[in-house]
Structure formats: structure tokens, C-alpha cells
């Protein structure tokens, strides 16, 4: 059984919202938790071969100088493709990370064996008096310590795993679950909000 608790959580930062589009990633942010803890961080800029718009400079604070001097996406994407290994992987909107990955993964003709879940859609069904299921949001609602800038992907990858752990935390104590599996999370992902009380006190 592979736990929720060790996993590869992500955050990219990319030229515009779609693959599908020619959009390309320009930064990776990860964090690997073993057993709730943090044993290794991953995170690059990336040059997507191409100059980016002033709204995105503006967003993330990454800027084209910024992205100059800096691995092609192909080399930062296969060093990625290492470091995942073949652990489970997890992101907030994790539609649109997966398709990234998929998109830069897919031209290097590379594979990952990992599952993908959501922490956003885990968090619409746990915290759901939340005022709204952004990253920030939740980070502000559970009062979870943040020093440093949104939208860049290490740091909202980090967020992402202290929102994570608290998530499995409050689910572990609320209903008795010893340990919390990852097969359990993407299930609970999928319920619809009214079943969740009934589908954690079944486990």
C-alpha cells in the first residue's frame, strides 16, 4: 500500500495556460515527503526557447534575462524525469501541472509510473466551509506559515505540501485513520461532497 504521506508534490510555472496552445513550462518546484517528512527539493528555471509576454514576467517575477542564461526545458525535464523516480505525485489544480508534464515529458518521448492526485479537489471535499479552494486561501484558513512569493513554483510547491500534510493530519484525527493511502485519496477526490463524512468513517 503507498502511503499519501510519500509522494513528489509540484508547481509549474509556464508561458500561458495550455500545452495545447505552444505553451511551455519555464520553471519546476518540487518537494519529496517520506512519511510526512521532507527528504529532498527539486526546482530550475528553464529556458522554453522562446521570449515570454510582460503578464507572466509580471505574475511570477520570472523575467526573459531571468531565463537567458538557463537549461533548455529538454535538459531540466529529464533531470525532473530522475528525480520523480517512481513515486506518486501530487498539485494544487493538478489538471493543469499533469498536462504540462505530460506536454514536456511527451516531446523527450519519457514515461513516469506515479498517479497524480489533486489537492485542490482533496481540500473542496475536507475544508469545505473554506472561502474559496485557491492555494492562498487555504494556506490562510488552516494559518499555515508563508514566507515568500506565490507563483513561483518551489515556493508554492511548498505550500502545497504544508497544506497536504495538514490535510491528512486533519483527516487522520477527525476519523480515526491510522495511516492514509494514496489509492483512499484519489477515491475521496472523486465523491461527491454530501458522501465524504460517510466514505472517511468507512475506512
Not at 133 to 141: A, E, I, N, S
Amino acid at each position: 500500500m503507498k502511503l499519501a504521506n510519500t509522494v513528489v508534490i509540484l508547481d509549474f510555472e509556464t508561458t500561458g495556460l495550455s500545452p495545447d496552445n505552444g505553451d511551455r513550462a519555464i520553471e519546476i518546484g518540487a518537494v519529496r515527503i517520506k512519511n510526512g517528512q521532507i527528504t529532498d527539493r527539486f526546482q530550475e528555471l528553464m529556458n522554453p526557447g522562446r521570449r515570454i509576454n510582460s503578464f507572466i514576467e509580471n505574475y511570477t517575477g520570472i523575467t526573459n534575462n531571468m531565463l537567458k542564461t538557463v537549461s533548455s526545458c529538454a535538459d531540466v525535464m529529464t533531470r525532473f524525469h530522475q528525480f520523480i523516480g517512481d513515486d506518486n505525485l501530487v498539485a494544487h489544480n493538478a489538471s493543469f501541472d499533469k498536462r504540462f508534464l505530460d506536454a514536456e515529458f511527451e516531446r523527450l518521448k519519457l514515461r513516469y509510473s506515479g498517479s497524480f492526485a489533486c489537492s485542490l479537489l482533496v481540500a473542496r471535499r475536507i475544508y469545505q466551509q473554506a472561502p474559496d479552494h485557491k492555494l492562498g486561501t487555504l494556506v490562510r484558513y488552516k494559518d499555515i506559515d508563508a514566507q515568500g512569493d506565490f507563483h513561483r513554483a518551489l515556493f508554492d510547491a511548498e505550500m502545497t505540501t504544508k497544506l497536504w500534510l495538514a490535510m491528512l493530519e486533519d483527516m487522520s484525527e477527525r476519523y480515526n485513520i491510522a495511516q492514509v493511502s494514496f489509492d483512499m485519496i484519489t477515491k475521496l477526490s472523486k465523491k461527491s461532497k454530501k458522501s465524504i463524512g460517510a466514505f472517511l468513517n468507512a475506512q
